[in-house]
């Protein structure tokens, strides 16, 4: 399996580097016109990304972060990191690492913003953006890709940063020691392991609802030359239409690849029962987000009305608290966190940890714009020093990687292990300037 090779800045950076600027763009890819991410809800997704840089006053030591939306609202995001430029600017290296969670506070906990979320919402979005820059800041300063920063880090000094606030009843900081400690014992084997062979992944792009059954078939038939042997499909506009794509799709991969459904909101509690009950004769590996988000006892009672078909959510779970009650609630068996709508690894490893408390196995949401840059991290820090749990399995959907100057790489189904230093997902200064709203060139364009 190829693998990258490890960026080296070649400079011995002190620890007192400051940060001087923080820049933010509106940037927007007008996916809306070849139907990518259509879905039963979601029907002209123009994939786009909040995207942060942290310049420092070393010229070659700059953090860049984004946050995911599908196009309107991406401005608003914008707009909200500029109220939380004050508590980083002028910051160093240092203050960040060892006041990371203070930091953090100040932004989620915010005395006036707090009224627009809390820790919800276009302001929850804003501190994804800005902390996923500083996380790739810090350790692009060491010069390891993030994953390898944090499983190094002192279990304490990797639980100083992060917030285990009003989670404290679900896992207490002492039960997430023992894990980490736990686990660390055989960090050595696993992270040749992983280095070696990757991490496995499942793929969606053939899935869009907004595909002819053309266009599916072509790509499934491509993806599963290339390897693939895990398949979601959208669903959810008709259900007549979606027994007959899933018809298609079981007789093109056969009865032993993998198949997974993904409703994305539309049904409610008894269309989900009932839907469920027509489809689940596919063989399905689990239904994702059957109903609202936010229905921790209405997962709950789908899961009890057809207990055989396991359930899965997270990539619209706004905040930990939320996590916490699915996740103690049994509301869920596989738990998507989403990088970019939790407020970064401060809150997105307290969940892990949670999860592997409970032995929830943990399959993270990608795609979008730097989704799969950023869970390929997430994916190795839970398998090298957070779950004990056997499923390894991660979203997959190729978008917008034309874009991005270090994609995501796919080997046979599985993430080839980032080695390069940094967080990844850094959008190419070209995309930023042509595809900038509303003043890029493309959009100028069109506008
Ligand atoms: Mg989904």
């Known amino acids: 399996m190829t693998e990258n ?111 627009m979320g809390p820790e919800k919402g276009v302001v929850h979005l804003a501190v994804a953006a800005l902390f996923n820059g500083i996380w790739d800041l810090i350790s692009k300063y060491h ?130 029962i009932e839907y469920i009950n027509k489809l689940k004769k596919f063989d399905l590996y689990f239904v994702e987000e059957p109903t609202n988000p936010d229905d921790v006892l209405g997962f709950r009672k789908i899961k009890d009305a057809v207990p055989e078909v396991n359930l899965a959510t997270g990539e619209m779970c706004q905040n930990r608290i939320m996590f916490k009650q699915f996740l103690e609630n049994g509301s869920l068996d596989f738990c998507q966190i989403d990088s970019c709508r939790m407020a970064s690894l401060n809150e997105i490893i307290p969940i892990m940890l949670l999860a592997s408390k409970l032995n929830i196995p943990l399959i993270p949401h990608a795609g979008g714009v730097g989704l799969c840059e950023y869970v390929q991290h997430l994916n190795i820090i839970n398998d090298l020093i957070i779950t004990s749990n056997d499923i390894r399995l991660s979203e997959y959907a190729e978008s917008c990687a034309e874009h991005i100057e270090n994609p995501a790489i796919i080997s046979n189904g599985h993430y080839v292990t980032p080695l390069k230093a940094g967080y990844s997902a850094i959008i190419k200064q070209k995309s930023l300037e042509d595809y900038n709203f509303p003043s890029g060139k493309y959009w100028k364009s069109v506008l």
């Open 5 to 115: 090779t490890t960026d080296n800045l070649n400079i011995i950076l002190p620890h007192q580097i400051r940060i001087t600027e923080i820049q933010t763009h509106d940037i927007r890819f007008p996916t809306s016109l070849e139907d990518l991410g259509t879905d039963a809800v979601h029907i002209d997704c123009d994939y786009s990304a909040t995207y942060v840089k942290i310049f420092t006053d070393h010229p070659k030591l700059v953090g860049v972060g984004l946050t995911f939306t599908i196009g309107k609202g991406n401005d608003l995001c914008a707009a909200c990191i500029d109220f939380f430029k004050p508590f980083i600017l002028n910051k160093t290296i240092a203050d960040l690492e060892n006041k990371m969670h203070s930091i953090w506070r100040q932004c989620t906990n915010h005395s006036q913003l707090r009224w």
């Open 143 to 272: 010069n390891k890709p993030l994953w390898k920063y944090i499983i190094e880090l002192n279990t304490n000094d990797l639980l100083d940063k992060l917030s285990f606030t009003y989670l404290d009843d679900a896992i207490s900081r002492s039960e997430a020691f023992v894990i980490l400690e736990n686990k660390k014992r055989d960090v050595a084997f696993s992270k040749k392991n992983i280095i070696k062979n990757g991490f496995p992944c499942y793929t969606t792009a053939a899935g869009w609802l907004g595909y002819s059954d053309e266009k599916m078939t072509k790509l499934i038939k491509n993806a599963l030359a290339n390897g693939w042997t895990h398949f979601k499909m959208k669903v959810g506009q008709d259900i007549n239409r979606d027994i007959k794509r899933l018809e298609l799709v079981r007789k093109l991969i056969g009865p032993n690849n993998i198949l997974m459904i993904d409703a994305n909101q539309v049904w409610s509690v008894h269309e989900s």
